[in-house]
Protein backbone atom coordinates (compact mmCIF):
# COMPACT_ATOMS: atom_id res chain seq x y z
CA UNK A 1 0.00 0.00 0.00
CA UNK A 2 1.16 3.66 0.04
CA UNK A 3 1.30 4.27 3.62
CA UNK A 4 1.87 2.67 6.74
CA UNK A 5 -1.79 0.42 7.61
CA UNK A 6 -2.77 0.23 11.08
CA UNK A 7 -6.01 -1.67 12.51
CA UNK A 8 -8.37 -1.69 13.83
CA UNK A 9 -8.78 2.37 14.01
CA UNK A 10 -10.41 2.17 17.17
CA UNK A 11 -10.78 -0.52 19.76
CA UNK A 12 -12.76 -0.06 22.94
CA UNK A 13 -12.36 -2.83 25.09
CA UNK A 14 -13.00 -3.70 29.26
CA UNK A 15 -10.69 -3.67 31.79
CA UNK A 16 -8.94 -7.06 31.80
CA UNK A 17 -9.33 -8.01 28.35
CA UNK A 18 -6.52 -9.39 26.10
CA UNK A 19 -6.34 -6.40 22.92
CA UNK A 20 -3.90 -7.02 19.71
CA UNK A 21 -3.09 -3.85 17.45
CA UNK A 22 -2.00 -4.48 14.35
CA UNK A 23 -0.10 -2.52 11.31
CA UNK A 24 0.89 -2.80 7.90
CA UNK A 25 4.37 -1.07 7.02
CA UNK A 26 5.12 0.24 4.12
CA UNK A 27 6.14 -2.16 1.47
CA UNK A 28 9.53 -2.66 1.23
CA UNK A 29 10.53 -1.36 5.25
CA UNK A 30 12.72 -3.82 6.82
CA UNK A 31 12.54 -1.08 10.21
CA UNK A 32 9.00 -0.82 12.38
CA UNK A 33 8.08 0.48 15.03
CA UNK A 34 5.65 1.07 17.74
CA UNK A 35 5.27 4.24 19.89
CA UNK A 36 2.29 5.49 22.02
CA UNK A 37 0.61 8.66 22.29
CA UNK A 38 -1.26 9.25 25.54
CA UNK A 39 -2.33 12.56 27.23
CA UNK A 40 0.35 12.05 30.46
CA UNK A 41 3.05 10.74 28.71
CA UNK A 42 3.16 12.54 25.63
CA UNK A 43 4.64 10.38 22.47
CA UNK A 44 6.66 7.52 23.69
CA UNK A 45 8.32 5.07 21.96
CA UNK A 46 7.53 1.32 22.49
CA UNK A 47 10.00 -1.05 20.45
CA UNK A 48 11.14 -1.26 16.96
CA UNK A 49 12.00 -4.43 14.92
CA UNK A 50 14.86 -5.16 12.20
CA UNK A 51 12.76 -7.33 10.01
CA UNK A 52 11.32 -10.06 12.27
CA UNK A 53 13.89 -9.25 15.35
CA UNK A 54 13.13 -6.82 18.51
CA UNK A 55 16.49 -6.40 19.91
CA UNK A 56 15.33 -3.89 22.78
CA UNK A 57 11.81 -4.18 24.64
CA UNK A 58 12.84 -2.18 27.32
CA UNK A 59 10.46 0.81 26.08
CA UNK A 60 7.57 -1.64 26.71
CA UNK A 61 5.87 0.24 29.86
CA UNK A 62 5.17 -3.78 31.57
CA UNK A 63 5.55 -7.72 30.70
CA UNK A 64 1.83 -7.53 30.23
CA UNK A 65 2.92 -5.54 26.37
CA UNK A 66 4.37 -7.92 23.76
CA UNK A 67 5.03 -7.44 19.96
CA UNK A 68 6.14 -9.84 17.10
CA UNK A 69 6.40 -9.36 13.96
CA UNK A 70 6.86 -12.30 11.50
CA UNK A 71 7.73 -12.48 7.34
CA UNK A 72 9.21 -9.26 7.59
CA UNK A 73 6.13 -7.67 6.97
CA UNK A 74 2.59 -6.99 9.28
CA UNK A 75 3.39 -6.63 13.66
CA UNK A 76 1.30 -7.07 16.20
CA UNK A 77 1.41 -5.16 19.41
CA UNK A 78 -0.34 -7.23 22.13
CA UNK A 79 -1.38 -6.04 25.46
CA UNK A 80 -2.82 -8.51 28.21
CA UNK A 81 -5.05 -8.04 31.06
CA UNK A 82 -5.81 -4.57 29.81
CA UNK A 83 -5.69 -1.55 32.34
CA UNK A 84 -7.18 1.93 32.13
CA UNK A 85 -3.48 3.64 32.43
CA UNK A 86 -3.28 1.69 29.06
CA UNK A 87 -5.90 4.22 27.43
CA UNK A 88 -3.97 5.76 24.26
CA UNK A 89 -3.29 5.85 21.01
CA UNK A 90 -0.62 3.32 19.21
CA UNK A 91 1.14 4.59 16.36
CA UNK A 92 2.88 2.30 13.72
CA UNK A 93 5.99 3.30 12.00
CA UNK A 94 8.14 2.22 8.99
CA UNK A 95 11.66 3.34 7.29
CA UNK A 96 13.36 1.66 4.43
CA UNK A 97 16.13 0.45 7.29
CA UNK A 98 17.46 1.87 10.59
CA UNK A 99 20.10 4.04 8.84
CA UNK A 100 20.00 6.98 10.92
CA UNK A 101 18.59 8.94 7.26
CA UNK A 102 15.73 7.22 7.09
CA UNK A 103 12.48 9.06 7.97
CA UNK A 104 9.58 7.05 9.92
CA UNK A 105 6.76 6.70 8.40
CA UNK A 106 3.53 6.85 10.59
CA UNK A 107 0.28 5.20 10.33
CA UNK A 108 -2.71 6.88 11.54
CA UNK A 109 -3.06 4.94 14.61
CA UNK A 110 -5.01 2.92 17.20
CA UNK A 111 -7.08 4.70 19.36
CA UNK A 112 -7.46 1.96 22.22
CA UNK A 113 -10.07 3.08 25.41
CA UNK A 114 -10.04 0.70 28.38
CA UNK A 115 -13.20 0.89 30.08
CA UNK B 1 18.75 9.93 28.33
CA UNK B 2 18.40 12.67 25.81
CA UNK B 3 15.10 14.91 25.87
CA UNK B 4 13.09 17.36 24.01
CA UNK B 5 11.32 20.38 24.99
CA UNK B 6 9.09 22.44 23.40
CA UNK B 7 8.15 25.68 25.29
CA UNK B 8 4.65 26.55 23.41
CA UNK B 9 1.71 24.19 24.23
CA UNK B 10 -0.99 26.20 22.55
CA UNK B 11 -0.22 29.04 20.08
CA UNK B 12 -2.88 31.33 18.37
CA UNK B 13 -2.24 33.33 15.17
CA UNK B 14 -3.77 35.33 12.71
CA UNK B 15 -3.36 34.35 9.17
CA UNK B 16 -0.14 36.15 7.26
CA UNK B 17 1.31 36.39 10.97
CA UNK B 18 5.13 34.89 11.26
CA UNK B 19 5.51 31.50 13.04
CA UNK B 20 8.34 30.43 15.66
CA UNK B 21 8.06 27.45 17.76
CA UNK B 22 10.50 26.54 19.98
CA UNK B 23 12.57 23.29 20.24
CA UNK B 24 15.39 22.82 22.30
CA UNK B 25 17.08 19.20 23.19
CA UNK B 26 19.47 17.69 25.92
CA UNK B 27 21.96 15.56 23.82
CA UNK B 28 25.84 16.44 23.61
CA UNK B 29 26.56 14.09 20.95
CA UNK B 30 25.67 14.05 16.87
CA UNK B 31 21.65 14.21 16.40
CA UNK B 32 19.91 14.31 13.72
CA UNK B 33 16.56 16.54 13.94
CA UNK B 34 12.83 16.01 12.66
CA UNK B 35 9.55 18.37 13.10
CA UNK B 36 6.58 16.37 12.70
CA UNK B 37 3.39 17.66 12.41
CA UNK B 38 -0.24 16.61 13.10
CA UNK B 39 -3.44 18.08 10.82
CA UNK B 40 -6.41 17.42 12.81
CA UNK B 41 -7.99 13.40 12.29
CA UNK B 42 -4.58 13.31 10.24
CA UNK B 43 -1.53 11.23 10.86
CA UNK B 44 2.31 12.05 11.74
CA UNK B 45 3.78 13.71 8.53
CA UNK B 46 7.59 14.68 8.37
CA UNK B 47 7.77 18.36 7.83
CA UNK B 48 11.38 18.26 7.46
CA UNK B 49 14.68 17.15 8.95
CA UNK B 50 18.36 17.84 9.80
CA UNK B 51 21.14 15.26 9.47
CA UNK B 52 24.00 17.63 8.57
CA UNK B 53 25.69 20.24 6.51
CA UNK B 54 23.54 23.23 6.19
CA UNK B 55 22.07 24.35 9.67
CA UNK B 56 19.18 26.09 8.04
CA UNK B 57 16.68 23.23 6.58
CA UNK B 58 14.02 23.95 4.58
CA UNK B 59 10.86 21.68 4.23
CA UNK B 60 7.62 21.44 2.35
CA UNK B 61 4.90 23.43 3.08
CA UNK B 62 6.65 27.05 3.48
CA UNK B 63 8.57 26.50 6.85
CA UNK B 64 12.02 26.17 7.88
CA UNK B 65 14.11 25.00 10.92
CA UNK B 66 17.37 26.60 11.93
CA UNK B 67 20.05 23.83 13.76
CA UNK B 68 22.08 26.34 16.21
CA UNK B 69 24.27 23.34 17.98
CA UNK B 70 25.59 26.23 20.99
CA UNK B 71 21.96 26.76 21.65
CA UNK B 72 20.91 22.78 21.48
CA UNK B 73 17.97 24.67 18.84
CA UNK B 74 16.00 23.52 16.39
CA UNK B 75 13.36 26.01 16.01
CA UNK B 76 10.71 25.94 13.48
CA UNK B 77 9.49 28.86 11.32
CA UNK B 78 7.54 30.24 9.12
CA UNK B 79 7.17 33.78 7.41
CA UNK B 80 2.99 33.96 6.85
CA UNK B 81 0.88 31.08 8.31
CA UNK B 82 -2.20 30.33 7.06
CA UNK B 83 -5.05 28.82 8.35
CA UNK B 84 -4.42 24.95 7.18
CA UNK B 85 -1.36 25.19 9.43
CA UNK B 86 -3.69 24.82 11.76
CA UNK B 87 -2.27 21.58 13.79
CA UNK B 88 -0.23 20.23 15.86
CA UNK B 89 3.42 20.24 15.59
CA UNK B 90 6.44 17.78 17.04
CA UNK B 91 9.93 18.23 17.30
CA UNK B 92 11.95 14.92 17.74
CA UNK B 93 15.57 13.91 18.08
CA UNK B 94 17.51 10.62 17.31
CA UNK B 95 21.38 9.48 18.00
CA UNK B 96 23.49 8.70 15.45
CA UNK B 97 24.20 5.83 17.15
CA UNK B 98 22.37 2.44 17.25
CA UNK B 99 18.52 2.66 16.11
CA UNK B 100 16.58 5.38 15.05
CA UNK B 101 14.16 5.97 18.03
CA UNK B 102 12.73 8.85 18.01
CA UNK B 103 12.37 11.11 20.99
CA UNK B 104 9.61 13.72 21.05
CA UNK B 105 8.86 16.57 22.52
CA UNK B 106 5.29 17.23 23.87
CA UNK B 107 3.96 19.05 20.78
CA UNK B 108 2.39 22.77 20.00
CA UNK B 109 -0.95 23.11 19.06
CA UNK B 110 -1.53 25.91 16.84
CA UNK B 111 -4.35 27.63 15.71
CA UNK B 112 -4.71 29.64 12.93
CA UNK B 113 -7.80 32.26 12.77
CA UNK B 114 -8.36 33.35 9.10
Known amino acids: GAGVSQSPSNKVTEKGKDVELRCDPI?????LYWYRQSLGQGLEFLIY????????KSGLPSDRFSAERTGGSVSTLTIQRTQQEDSAVYLC?????????????FGDGTRLSIL | AQSVSQHNHHVILSEAASLELGCNYS??????LFWYVQYPGQHLQLLLK??????LVKGIKGFEAEFIKSKFSFNLRKPSVQWSDTAEYFC????????????FGTGTRLLVSP
Open chain 1, 27 to 31: SGHTA
Open chain 2, 27 to 32: YGGTVN
Open chain 2, 50 to 55: YFSGDP
Open chain 2, 92 to 103: AVTLNTGFQKLV
Open chain 1, 49 to 56: FQGNSAPD
Open chain 1, 93 to 105: ASSWDLSFNQPQH
